[in-house]
């Protein structure tokens, strides 16, 4: 049974990105929500990150520096270092607004779902200057969703509930298991959609390389749900359009053909 005011474990992986890990934490800081729990897991950084977790260790309830097997491992020592009713994960480099936790938690009660897994919203990709470039997350649906990942994963929340029905992250991906996690659930996820913009991610992040692409493919591939020639084509033109999009990028020139 959830909790009026729930509690919002906010999870952080981070390897050497103490440059980018406060103003992370800083936005952390400004939310407009009382009820969080934030969680740092470092994989044994080597610059100034402990330091900057020792700075903010009266808002760091959890923080652990090991060395780890990539991004979704650590986010499995999150997960279970979580007491919160949601999980989100955020990057370092990567700002909630203000608002985001609020809204998101307004949202679940309102809806009053005790069934509801997973919460998606909107993101905007920003330079390093902070100016947007465009703005990523829709609401999820199925079959849509085996085609690509059209949810903003960064403007997510997961309900404990759903680590503990589908499992945690499968630590052979290393860009996409986010996208294989809830591929698991397929169209049995009970989804909600904040039509908000809740969150800013720093562009050429992990989700948007060539390389995901490839990994997508597997998962998808892994679900048995989608034919081998749809899943070629599909991969093929999403490649075309990566290539054209980091290519109008580099020449100064961007607009959104993620769809």
Do not use: C
Request: net charge positive; charged share 25%.
């Amino acid at each position: 049974m959830m909790t009026k005011n729930p509690l919002i474990s906010i999870v952080t992986a981070t390897y050497n990105a103490g440059l980018l890990l406060e103003k992370t934490i800083q936005s952390i800081r400004a939310q407009q929500y009382a009820e969080i729990e934030y969680i740092v897991i470092d994989g044994a950084s080597t610059d100034n990150t402990l330091g900057i977790i020792d700075k903010y260790k009266d808002l760091i309830k959890y923080s652990i520096s090991e060395p780890d097997k990539g991004i979704y491992d650590a986010w499995n020592k999150g997960v279970k270092a979580a007491k919160g009713e949601w999980i989100s994960f955020l990057g370092a480099g990567d700002e909630y607004l203000p608002d985001a936790i609020f809204n998101y938690v307004e949202y679940i009660n309102k809806n009053n779902n005790s069934e509801l897994e997973f919460l998606s919203s909107k993101v905007d990709i920003v330079k390093n200057d902070g100016s947007r470039l465009y703005t990523i997350g829709s609401e999820w649906m199925w079959p849509k969703f085996l085609d690509y990942m059209n949810i903003a994963h960064v403007g997510s929340l997961h309900s404990k509930r759903l680590f503990d029905k589908y499992g945690l992250y499968d630590i052979k991906y290393k860009l996409v298991g986010d996208y294989e996690l809830l591929l698991r659930a397929g169209p049995n996820l009970m989804a909600g959609y904040l039509p908000n913009t809740t969150a800013t991610m720093l562009f050429g992040g992990m989700s948007i390389s060539k390389a995901s692409l490839k990994e997508a493919f597997k998962a998808k591939a892994s679900t048995g749900l989608i034919s081998k020639t749809r899943l070629y084509l599909k991969y093929n033109f999403s490649l075309m359009k990566a290539n054209l999009r980091f290519f109008l990028y580099k020449i100064g020139f961007y607009v959104n053909i993620r769809k």
